[in-house]
């Protein structure tokens, strides 16, 4: 579904990814941890071209997104992505954030797409705060509407951007409970995070990264309980110590 | 009558307050100052219309990969930023129609002309006004738009322009209370608005006061949109 072959990303002369390998297939749901600056972040960003890659192919179903002849918008489409920073927009409501794309891109008829909008929100257990503005919601609740947006795409795949890590914490327990039911009903996703507890439970596989490249991946309780990598056993002992 | 009317009177007595705002002569000539205002406002108005679309274009060609759209608009704001506007009427209204015969066949070429220099004037200062306000929302919001399939050009019209509109419209009030004034320029080309008005009425009456009157009009229309512009960036400050 997602493969990243031999991926390498600079920024000027730093080189951030120094040849990704990776391979996602339907269904499965990938934990990246690793330390900051590892990489994991500009590695998500290059599945959906916010970054170019310097070398290397990104595949989302065989096609290229790195060959310019394809259609970026299109592709994008088939995988959603949910931002650190939520990144609603501010000048719609919950319900209108949630329809735009599918109203706006994917030319829907507006009613369809707000009975799947209402749908979409009442899953992440927004339902009533449909007219609400983001500025009128907690950092959980607009996460929360920022996840139901991307859904509302119908996405084949999800990426998650350490989607927790600006939230207060009595907040992160809500959107990992969305998330670990939206794992539940199959959706492939790819989840940079800190959360080992989440990425145990519901993560198929879990891949350590630092310096620009996967030093090791593992199904999750093997890779957190075991690690085999010197760094990785490094890193698990900061992040457990805390 | 009465009371009025003497102190009118006795205000008329005094030489430099006839001369200069003499009460008697502006109440004759209110009238028509009111007239030439009409059309300052038509001009400022239809300018501003006109402007804040082509301005939007500039500002959006200005912030385009597009090497050639980005050289476009550069060449366009500097130009009008940079010469004086009465230069430009000279240019639009002079020199064009002499290269051009063609344009002096236009109806009201004058009026036209007028607008549409008025217009591609303000577009100048409108494109920085837009591309400030458009460089000032945060990226992660054109990169949540992209995420969702948007194009960049629907990104920008229905994610970003739409943020900007409540942070340009103070900065696009003080534009068109500028336009506004500016309009007065026309009078270079002997279109009567308000202050070609004021010029004749002053020659008329052998009096300056219609200057005084033409003042004042000015200001009561530029005051209340100051007062405007002032209670929109304080209810933005608290919003922010």
Redesign the interface.
């Known amino acids: 579904m997602i493969e990243l072959v031999d991926v390498h990303k600079y920024f000027g002369h730093n080189e951030v990814l120094k040849g990704i390998d990776l391979k996602v297939k339907q269904g499965e749901v990938i934990v990246v941890i690793g330390p900051s600056g590892s990489g994991k972040s500009t590695m998500l960003r290059c599945i959906n071209k916010l970054e170019d890659v310097t070398k290397g192919h990104i595949y989302i179903d065989g096609q290229d997104i790195t060959d310019p002849k394809n259609d970026i918008n299109a592709l994008r489409q088939k995988v959603g992505m949910v931002f650190q920073s939520f990144n609603l927009f501010p000048h719609l409501t919950a319900l209108q954030n949630v329809t735009i794309a599918p109203v706006r891109v994917q030319k829907v008829d507006r009613r369809q797409a707000e009975d799947k909008g209402r749908e979409l929100l009442a899953r992440v257990g927004l339902a009533g705060k449909e007219d609400f503005f983001p500025s009128k919601l907690s950092g959980g609740q607009q996460q929360r509407v920022a996840i139901a947006r991307a859904l509302a795409m119908e996405p084949e795949v999800m990426l998650f951007d350490e989607v927790t890590s600006a939230l207060d914490p009595e907040l992160v327990k809500e959107v990992l409970d969305v998330m670990k039911n939206l794992a539940l009903g199959g959706m492939t996703m790819v989840c940079v995070t800190h959360e080992m507890g989440f990425g145990r439970e519901v993560g198929t596989r879990a891949i350590f990264m630092d310096e620009g490249v996967i030093m090791e991946e593992n199904i999750p309780s093997e890779l957190f309980a075991h690690p085999r990598n010197k760094r990785t056993q490094a890193f698990l002992g900061k992040v457990l110590a805390q | 009558m009465s009371f009025l009317t003497s102190i009118s009177n006795w205000l008329d007595s005094i030489p430099v307050i006839h001369q200069f705002a003499s009460p008697k002569i502006l109440a004759s000539v209110f009238p028509f100052l009111l007239e030439g205002a009409k059309l300052t406002i038509l001009f400022a108005v239809l300018g501003e219309l006109f402007g804040i679309p082509l301005g939007l274009l500039a500002a959006v060609f200005k912030l385009s990969k597009l090497k050639v759209l980005r050289a476009l608009s550069t060449i366009y704001v500097d130009f009008f930023r940079g010469t004086p506007l009465l230069v430009q009427l000279y240019i639009g209204l002079f020199a064009l129609p002499i290269a051009f015969p063609v344009i002096q066949k236009v109806p009201d070429f004058t009026f036209y002309g007028g607008v549409a220099v008025l217009a591609v004037n303000s577009g100048a200062y409108v494109a920085e006004i837009f591309r400030a306000g458009i460089e000032s929302i945060?990226k992660?919001?054109m990169?949540?738009?992209?995420?969702?399939?948007?194009?960049y050009l629907?990104a920008m019209w229905?994610?970003i322009i739409?943020?900007t509109f409540?942070r340009v419209l103070p900065p696009l009030t003080n534009e068109f209370i500028a336009l506004l004034k500016d309009t007065a320029l026309l009078s270079a080309l002997a279109i009567t608005e308000l202050a070609m008005k004021a010029r004749y009425l002053s020659s008329w009456k052998a009096n300056v006061s219609p200057f005084m009157g033409a003042a004042l009009i000015y200001l009561a229309m530029t005051i209340p949109l100051t007062r405007l512009v002032a209670y929109m960036e304080k209810r933005l400050a608290i919003s922010d």
Do not use: D, N
């Open positions: 945060h992660g919001q990169e949540a738009a992209r995420s969702l399939g948007f194009s629907k229905y994610v739409p943020q409540r």
